[in-house]
């Protein structure tokens, strides 16, 4: 492993543990075994290795839904089983993080946020938006349903989540119990219904009890 991915790796570890903020160069460089000079020359600034940070984990969550999405397909899952298991993917992904990172991005480093995920957030965009163009293809959504508006609703969702969660008050599964899951009933079609009902029950983790205990299953 070259220096570069180590110091990567290394303050991947700390910033998700810790936040942000909470972590100094002087920490990473100790970890690291090299001076803050030589940090320093390899990153010039917190911002930057923050940026590589995050873009280095958005981009692996990513490769890995592509991936999943790719394999269910080829296997001839239907579209609302890979939604699920991307929602597993995602909490398991977010699970171990601290979440005051989500909202010291948003504070403290909005260039990053913006500027920096650009490209890796076209790419799952057009993931989505396909997903849920299957969907109602599929049968799954109703044939009245705006995907594009639902799309935007849903995103929107998951990042003002990110924003709940961070703050302490909620948790992740208070926000999919109240808002996703009740505006997955609203859109749906029964075939929808039955096909989200079958995908969850075959499940047997942490993050879905929560969903077969409010739907009743």
Same mark, same amino acid.
Request: proline share 2%.
């Given at each position: 492993?070259?220096?570069?991915?180590?110091?990567?790796?290394?303050?991947?570890?700390?910033?998700?543990?810790?936040?942000?903020?909470?972590?100094?160069?002087?920490?990473?460089?100790?970890?690291?075994?090299?001076?803050?000079?030589?940090?320093?020359?390899?990153?010039?600034?917190?911002?930057?290795?923050?940026?590589?940070?995050?873009?280095?984990?958005?981009?692996?969550?990513?490769?890995?839904?592509?991936?999943?999405?790719?394999?269910?397909?080829?296997?001839?899952?239907?579209?609302?089983?890979?939604?699920?298991?991307?929602?597993?993917?995602?909490?398991?992904?977010? /699970?171990?993080?601290?979440?005051?990172?989500?909202?010291?991005?948003?504070?403290?480093?909005?260039?990053?946020?913006?500027?920096?995920?650009?490209?890796?957030? /076209?790419?799952?965009?057009?993931?989505?938006?396909?997903?849920?163009?299957?969907?109602?293809?599929?049968?799954?959504?109703?044939?009245?349903?705006?995907?594009?508006?639902?799309?935007?609703?849903?995103?929107?969702?998951?990042?003002?989540?990110?924003?709940?969660?961070?703050?302490?008050?909620?948790?992740?599964?208070?926000?999919?119990?109240?808002?996703?899951?009740?505006?997955?009933?609203?859109?749906?079609?029964?075939?929808?219904?039955?096909?989200?009902?079958?995908?969850?029950?075959?499940?047997?983790?942490?993050?879905?009890?929560?969903?077969?205990?409010?739907?009743?299953?």
């Amino acid at each position: 492993m070259d220096l570069k991915a180590s110091i990567l790796n290394i303050a991947s570890r700390n910033f998700f543990q810790k936040g942000l903020r909470q972590v100094s160069m002087d920490e990473i460089a100790e970890q690291a075994g090299i001076s803050k000079r030589t940090l320093y020359e390899i990153y010039k600034s917190k911002e930057l290795l923050i940026a590589d940070v995050m873009c280095q984990t958005f981009d692996a969550t990513l490769s890995q839904m592509e991936n999943l999405v790719e394999d269910m397909e080829k296997r001839g899952c239907n579209t609302v089983e890979i939604l699920c298991h991307i929602y597993i993917l995602s909490r398991k992904f977010q /699970e171990p993080i601290n979440k005051v990172i989500f909202d010291e991005l948003r504070k403290y480093y909005p260039e990053i946020n913006s500027r920096r995920f650009a490209h890796l957030q /076209e790419r799952h965009d057009k993931l989505f938006r396909r997903l849920y163009l299957d969907c109602k293809a599929s049968g799954f959504i109703r044939e009245d349903i705006n995907t594009d508006l639902i799309f935007r609703l849903l995103k929107d969702l998951s990042d003002d989540k990110l924003g709940y969660v961070a703050s302490g008050q909620y948790t992740a599964t208070d926000i999919t119990s109240y808002l996703i899951v009740p505006l997955i009933r609203s859109i749906g079609t029964h075939k929808g219904h039955r096909a989200f009902f079958k995908a969850i029950q075959s499940f047997d983790d942490p993050y879905t009890k929560h969903l077969k205990n409010l739907l009743s299953l």
